[in-house]
């Protein structure tokens, strides 16, 4: 049997921008997404800790070392530049793998620097 369990997140990001006239998605610094191993086109849940919304999309890949957390198309209005994010990814285990997962959590600051990785 597969299960789901938490496979990576970025945790408190800010949101930098808010694109409202983009075809959706979340723009992801590329940094922030090698050290939480997010692929370009990957679901993943929103968290905004701000105002409590929780959707999913996909990642697109942003410019490496930039910081930024753009919400794009219709989910840049569960948003605002500022806002606290945690950005979660999710992997189906069979119970072998379970035993030995270690989720990959990283930490940001403000600018959304990586301060430590989990």
């Known amino acids: 049997m597969i299960q789901e369990f938490l496979f990576s997140k970025i945790h408190r990001a800010t949101v930098t921008d808010a694109n409202l006239n983009y075809v ?8 922030l997404m090698v050290a939480a ?8 849940d929103i968290l905004d800790v701000n105002n409590g919304e929780r959707f999913q999309t996909y990642v ?3 410019e490496k070392d930039s910081g930024c957390i753009c919400l794009n198309g219709a ?6 530049p ?17 035993e030995t997962h270690k989720p990959t959590v990283v930490m940001v600051d ?9």
Not at 24 to 31: K, L, M, Q
Not at 75 to 80: D, G, I, K, L, S
Not at 82 to 98: F, M, N, P, Q, S
């Open 82 to 98: 500022g806002d606290k994010v945690i950005i979660i990814t999710y992997a189906g285990l069979d119970a072998r793998e379970i």
């Open 75 to 80: 989910a840049a209005r569960r948003v605002q």
């Open 60 to 62: 697109i890949k942003g």
């Open 110 to 118: 403000d600018k959304n620097k990586i301060t430590e990785i989990h």
């Open 37 to 44: 191993k997010i692929r370009e086109f990957q679901k993943v």
């Open 24 to 31: 959706g998605s979340i723009t992801i610094d590329e940094s």
